[in-house]
């Protein structure tokens, strides 16, 4: 189906550990983002990405890797799990900058 | 830099009632403005956005927005609401200078018989 959407939809995982949560999209758009949903805050940006083998920092980087191999996959990962990961994580779209992004179902993350 | 300020983390109205959510922004450039909405546990869905030109803008579901420069607004409204508009309406701001899409905190819309 096109779209975008993210894997997996819940994650429970302990402190310390790897975790990987994916992002597809099938429109070919070029910009790609990461962000995480906490109450109070909104949402904040922690990675972006321009097309693929570019990307930047957002707002809350500390803590995440990205990379972008290919156009349509934008994988987060976080490299040693904190407790203070522990919120919903949104992938999101754009075929242009400044354009609508479109946004993911979201990754619930629990950081035990 | 640019900042998005969402008046009311709450707001309830009555089924039919006038629905106003405030949103203030800051912006040393033109700001493109958006509203979002999301409902339990979904992602965000595009209401409705201000590029240049009608400073007015409709968008889905009944909504509208009208940009205030003078005022830095950008407030969402609906004439009459309705049980399905129940969910939490985000707005946002970014520009040609930065295209990083900023958030407000979030306006968690209720919605009673």
């Known amino acids: 189906d096109a779209g975008i959407t993210q894997s997996p939809r819940y994650k429970i995982t302990e402190t310390g550990r790897q975790v990987t949560l994916m992002c597809h999209q099938t429109?070919?758009?070029?910009?790609m983002f990461w962000y995480r949903q906490d109450l109070g805050h909104g949402l904040r940006l922690i990675y972006y990405s321009a097309a693929a083998d570019i990307t930047d920092k957002g707002e809350v980087p500390d803590g995440y890797v990205v990379s972008r191999s290919k156009t349509e996959n934008f994988p987060l990962t976080l490299e040693s799990a904190t407790r203070s990961q522990t919120s919903v994580y949104f992938c999101?779209?754009?075929?242009?900058?400044?354009?609508?992004?479109?946004f993911g179902p979201g990754t619930r993350l629990t950081v035990l | 830099a640019q900042s998005v300020t969402q008046l009311g983390s709450h707001v309830s109205v009555s089924e039919g009632a006038l629905v106003l959510l405030r949103c203030n922004y800051s912006s040393s450039v033109p700001p493109y403005l958006f509203w979002y909405v999301q409902y339990p546990n979904q992602g965000l869905q595009l209401l409705l956005k201000?590029?240049?030109?009608?400073?007015l803008v409709k968008g889905i579901n009944g909504f509208e927005a009208e940009f205030k420069k003078s005022e830095t607004s950008f407030h969402l409204t609906k004439p009459s609401a309705h049980m399905s508009d129940a969910a939490e309406y985000f707005c946002a701001v970014s520009s040609l200078k930065s295209y990083k899409l900023i958030f407000g905190s979030g306006t968690r819309l209720l919605v009673r018989p």
């Open positions: 201000y590029t240049t030109g009608a400073t």
């Open positions: 999101a779209s754009s075929e242009f900058p400044t354009d609508t992004q479109y």
């Open positions: 429109w070919s758009h070029s910009y």
